[in-house]
Nanobody
Framework: QVQLVESGGGLVQAGGSLRLSCAAS????????MGWYRQAPGKQRELVAI???????TYADSVKGRFTISRDNAKNTVYLQMSGLKPEDTAVYYC?????????WGRGTQVTVSS
């Protein structure tokens, strides 16, 4: 059974930084993409960043230049380095792995940015 576990969330002041991690456990194969999504209260879940096999990355316009996604394939882990955090970045952050056999979501980690 595949499980994704996020870590690294917390409370930070505006302008600060956080690094999120998401590690997969269990038998997971043929990962084609790893991504981060977020959902703020009363809003729909949205894509933050994604990295696909081959190394290409895509970012939401709202985080370009501030967030960096990276991956460690050997550890089945994806990271999200967040800097220059703003109060509007406050949300629950979820990781997602896309594989040839299905998609998997983590349970989420709360990120709160105070002004």
């Amino acid at each position: 059974q595949v499980q994704l576990v996020e870590s690294g969330g917390g409370l930070v002041q505006a302008g600060g930084s956080l690094r999120l991690s998401c590690a997969a456990s269990g038998s997971i194969f043929a990962i084609v993409g790893m991504g981060w999504y977020r959902q703020a209260p009363g809003k729909q879940r949205e894509l933050v960043a994604i990295t696909i096999s081959g190394g290409s990355t895509t970012y939401a316009d709202s985080v370009k230049g501030r967030f960096t996604i990276s991956r460690d394939n050997a550890k089945n882990t994806v990271y999200l380095q967040m800097s220059g955090l703003k109060p509007e970045d406050t949300a629950v952050y979820y990781c997602k792995f896309d594989t040839l056999k299905g998609n998997y979501w983590g349970r989420g980690t709360q990120v709160t940015v105070s002004s």
